[in-house]
């Protein structure tokens, strides 16, 4: 698959068929996260997946953006400790480092035929409780997975000349 396909064909995918994802392909998913770039290497991230039916029902029960049934989940989170390796942007750099990973996750889902959607409303503090998750470790995002049932029409997107600046902002790009 060519990048620019996977980046376009990508979208948040929140109704899923009745499926389990292979592991070895929930293996490629979590190596895809590993090898986002990263702020002086510092790798601040730290994954729990959740497979188990009965745990992606009681993430959900923490998770009111959480939609649909999907067959797995990545919380991902930052490890401040390793964030601070960073420095005075360590904490705003750990942010990027994950959110990056998260992209590379998707990307990677949708070459094996896997949607995904990016879930930000969560209960923190339950969450962490639930998955054992130590108070160095924020979960700062939760990734779902499954097989769609339909892929979801990718929505109009602006074009170039209106949101790139050339040398100054306020000169388009034509």
Do not use: T
Not at 43 to 54: G, L, S, Y
Not at 91 to 102: G, H, I, N
Not at 133 to 158: A, N, Q, S, T
């Amino acid at each position: 698959m060519e990048v620019m396909e996977a980046i376009k064909g990508r979208r948040a995918v929140r109704r899923f068929q009745e499926r389990d994802i292979p592991l070895e392909d929930m293996r490629k998913i979590l190596e895809a996260g590993i090898w986002a770039p990263s702020g002086s290497n510092v790798q601040p991230w730290e994954f729990v997946v959740v497979m188990e039916r009965d745990n992606v029902e009681k993430v959900k029960l923490l998770s009111p953006g959480l939609f649909g049934n999907p067959a797995a989940l990545v919380v991902l989170c930052v490890n401040r400790k390793l964030a601070e390796r960073g420095g005075k942007l360590g904490a705003e750099s750990a942010l990027m480092d994950v959110s990056m990973a998260a992209q590379n996750m998707m990307l990677m889902a949708y070459s094996l035929g896997i949607g995904s959607c990016p879930v930000l409303s969560f209960n923190k503090a339950a969450l962490r409780e639930l998955l054992n998750i130590p108070e160095h470790v924020e979960p700062v995002l939760i990734l779902i997975f499954g097989y769609p049932k339909v892929w979801p029409k990718p929505p109009r997107r602006k074009p170039l000349r209106e949101v790139v600046h050339v040398e100054e902002y306020g000169r388009p790009f034509e």
